[in-house]
């Protein structure tokens, strides 16, 4: 009984199979040929987008919406650095990929072959971890352990550097139940009794305790945990901004989420608390100050995270947990008891009260007001993914999720050009939800090509363009710390987006006047037979605040606009 | 625990997975955190599957803790620890060369005596000799040596082993 021999791509090809995969994001070439040749007869959907950029983003999108690994694969040379950004930007927010990249034939390697790239080494900073495949036996293990390594323990990207005479040599190794070979690599063990009671010890006495949760608990999916544990000790909740809806955030003891544009109230209980407990959250420079010693200076501070290396970081806790969130905080609530804690909610509400997150609906149109809209309107149910810029900011203030897994933005990377790809990419997983984009005119354009890849798979998707017609964010800064000296931020010359859409085929909506946001956008979410564009053109010159400036401390917030030169920042951007 | 110690140097002992690029990953955390290495001892261990690395380098000691700690996180590496001077022994081997006229040869070879140092080249002008040492018996030798024209040394690089039953 012989079987019908097959090649490398060919394993490939079905061990992803067996893994489950549903669609590759993908772009073709030379060196990839034989693994787009095994997808003819695949039951995987090969997407094909129009930049290798935006396949990452969709891999990305997917992942972060499905939890599911994100595959991409793309041909050597500038396909594969191509896919730079986009790995880059799924290790910083520790997200599973898979990149499967074409290469020259392994004789040829090291000899500047043709659109030979030495991605391995170009992307080796980058990615959770990566392989050349030198033999087509391996491939079967390879991908296993690759799966693995993605999505178990911190997830991130993993790539595969597979060679043109590997993917067309044949494999003769069992597809299945392949054995890992990974001596380095193992999940953080279970904390001890002892441990967990020396952690919860710390939280006795504490009047004004603050919760600070972060992606790894949306990782986790320990929504019900956080919640539980909120509950019991009666303690304010602050999110990350990749961890919104981790908590209701309509709840009474959510503060939304902290940092450079976060809430008032959520910096303020930053600077008044009396302990802070991080659950995966890595104390980021978005939301703590350049000099650690100025954040939270008399609180207690508590930490877990599965990945060892974030303890002792950026600053030392008072006790500190590795492990998985759900499993921790499951064993860590029924030590805990409610605390006293009364009279920091009431002071809590009160600050939420006074300094809520305001907006003007005169005056012009003003991008707050079309995403307050938007918000309503979905009430927390769309998938919201967004570029990066003012209008992130934005719709991270002015939409609210009671779920995670709602809201997908680059944080760590802050990817200009994510927004969009990574909605088709979440809408291929998620076909029943509604998804939005909310995009800059800026970041728009790094990655609008994907225009054609909505329209051939008529997603609909609502992509709402917030166009100030700057790249507003960066304009912010030269007006506030630079006097004003505008460099390279004017974006005269975009395109009629409304028209762009046109071109492609794609339902277009466009928003002038503050009294056509609700009308418009209910038509755009009620048109569902492919992609729509919402062209709001908003005012020019809107800032974001609060604003805690770079490097600075939450005590260093600025509600709303000053009336004097700011300094400065210490920090970077 | 991790323990790091208080000086600027340290050694860090990897044991890693026989795979390629295992080398570049390590490079890359400690350039990233701006730390020099100073010497780089790679070698097979008894089990083929493995490999030991000795990293001597230089830089602050919280920094280290995080070289460390991501050197760990690297799927190709099994442990990573640093050895204090207490509880490792630790040892090198250098060859040196010395340029030298007869007249001033008993001179030195009174010193490498001293030192155990085994000549292993000599011609007519010149010795060759090993050395196996400590960082500091190099260092003192090396001074000894200043009165005469040391030609070139080169050095493998520390090496590292936990005392008693402990492993590396
Ligand atoms: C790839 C990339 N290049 C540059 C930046 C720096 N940057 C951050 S925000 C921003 C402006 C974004 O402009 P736009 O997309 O119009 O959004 P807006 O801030 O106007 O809402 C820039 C240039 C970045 N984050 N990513
Ligand atoms: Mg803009």
Redesign the pocket.
């Known amino acids: 009984m012989s079987k019908k021999s097959i090649n490398g791509a060919e394993a490939l090809i079905k061990c992803l199979e067996n893994k489950g995969v549903e669609y590759i994001f993908g772009y073709p070439g030379g060196a990839a040929i034989p693994i787009f040749d095994a997808l003819v007869d695949s039951k995987i959907k090969l997407i094909l987008t129009r930049h290798e950029q935006g396949a990452t983003h969709m891999a990305d999108g997917y992942a972060r919406a499905t939890g599911k690994v994100g595959v991409v694969l793309v041909t050597s040379g500038p396909g594969a650095t191509n896919t730079v950004?986009g790995i880059f930007t799924a290790q910083m927010d520790s997200v599973p990929m898979l990149v499967l990249t074409g290469q020259t034939i392994t004789p040829a390697l090291g000899k500047d072959a043709f659109q030979e790239a030495d991605v391995f080494g170009i992307t080796a900073p980058l990615v959770k971890h990566s392989y050349l495949v030198k033999n087509p036996n391996d491939i079967p293990r390879v991908v296993e352990e690759s799966f693995y390594i993605a999505s178990t323990g911190r997830p991130g990207p993993v790539l595969i550097d597979l060679p043109k005479d590997i993917t067309s040599a044949v494999c003769t190794a069992a597809l299945t139940n392949s054995e890992m070979d990974l001596p380095g690599y193992s999940l953080p063990k279970d904390p001890t009794d002892a441990e967990l009671d020396a952690f919860a010890a710390v939280f006795k006495g504490s009047k004004k305790p603050l919760l600070l949760i972060g992606h790894g608990a949306v990782i986790s999916r320990a929504a019900k945990e956080v919640k539980q544990l909120a509950e019991l000790l009666c303690a304010p909740v602050t999110t990350t901004i990749l961890a919104k809806g981790i908590f209701p955030e309509d709840h009474e003891l959510s503060l939304g989420f902290l940092g450079m544009h976060g809430t008032a109230y959520a910096n303020m209980a930053v600077s008044e608390c009396d302990l802070i407990f991080s659950i995966g959250s890595r104390w980021d420079d978005r939301i703590t100050p350049a000099k650690i010693e100025r954040f939270c200076p008399t609180a207690k501070k508590l930490h877990i995270d599965i990945d060892p290396a974030e303890i002792n970081k950026i600053l030392v806790p008072d006790a500190s947990i590795v492990g998985d969130a759900k499993a921790i905080l499951k064993r860590l609530i029924p030590r805990l008891k409610p605390l006293k804690t009364q009279d920091w909610i009431d002071t809590v509400v009160r600050n939420k009260k006074r300094y809520p997150l305001k907006y003007k609906i005169h005056g012009g149109l003003h991008?707050q007001h079309v995403l307050s809209e938007m918000n309503e309107l979905t009430n927390g149910n769309a998938i919201v993914t967004t570029?990066?810029?003012?209008?992130?900011m934005?719709a991270a203030q002015f939409f609210n999720f009671n779920l995670p897994d709602r809201w997908l933005t680059s944080g760590g990377?802050?990817?200009?050009?994510f927004g969009f790809p990574s909605a088709i990419g979440a809408q291929f997983g998620c076909p029943n939800d509604v998804v939005v984009a909310v995009?800059?005119?800026?970041?728009?354009?790094?990655t609008e090509c994907e225009l054609s890849t909505a329209a051939i798979h008529k997603l609909p998707i609502k992509i709402l363009i917030?166009?100030?017609k700057?790249?507003?964010?960066?304009?912010?800064w030269q007006e506030l710390f630079y006097d004003d000296r505008l460099s390279g931020?004017d974006?005269v010359g975009n395109p009629d987006f409304v028209k762009l859409g046109e071109a492609y085929g794609i339902k277009g909506f466009r928003i002038k006047r503050p009294a056509d946001v609700k009308r418009i956008l209910k038509r755009a979410l009620d048109y569902n037979e492919g992609p729509c564009i919402i062209h709001a053109e908003v005012v020019k010159e809107g800032n974001v605040f609060p604003m805690i400036p770079a490097g600075g401390a939450a005590s260093d917030m600025v509600i709303e606009a000053p009336k004097r030169k700011m300094e400065k920042p210490q920090g970077s951007? | 625990m991790l323990q790091i110690n208080s000086s600027d140097s340290h050694t860090i002992s990897l044991l890693v997975a026989n795979k390629p690029g295992v080398l570049l990953r390590i490079a890359l955390v400690f350039s990233r955190r701006g730390f020099n290495i100073e010497s780089l001892v790679v070698s097979p261990t008894q089990d083929g599957r493995f490999s030991r690395m000795t990293i001597s380098a230089n830089g602050n000691p919280s920094a280290l803790e995080q070289i460390v700690k991501q050197c760990s996180k690297l799927i190709d590496v099994v442990q990573a620890l640093e050895h204090s001077d207490a509880e490792a022994v630790e040892c090198e081997l250098g060859l040196i060369k010395v340029n030298i006229e007869k007249e001033r040869r008993q001179e030195l070879l009174v010193i490498l005596d001293h030192f155990k140092a085994e000549t292993i080249d000599i011609t007519q002008d010149s010795v060759i000799f090993r050395m196996t040492g400590t960082g500091l018996q190099f260092d003192t030798l090396m001074a000894m040596l200043s009165e005469f024209k040391v030609a070139e040394v080169v050095r493998t690089g520390k090496i590292v082993m936990a005392r008693g039953r402990e492993l590396t």
């Open positions: 950004t991008a570029d990066v810029g003012q209008h992130q934005w990377a802050g990817t200009m050009g995009v800059g005119d800026g970041g728009f354009q790094m917030i166009d100030n700057y790249l507003g964010m960066v304009r912010q931020v974006l951007t």
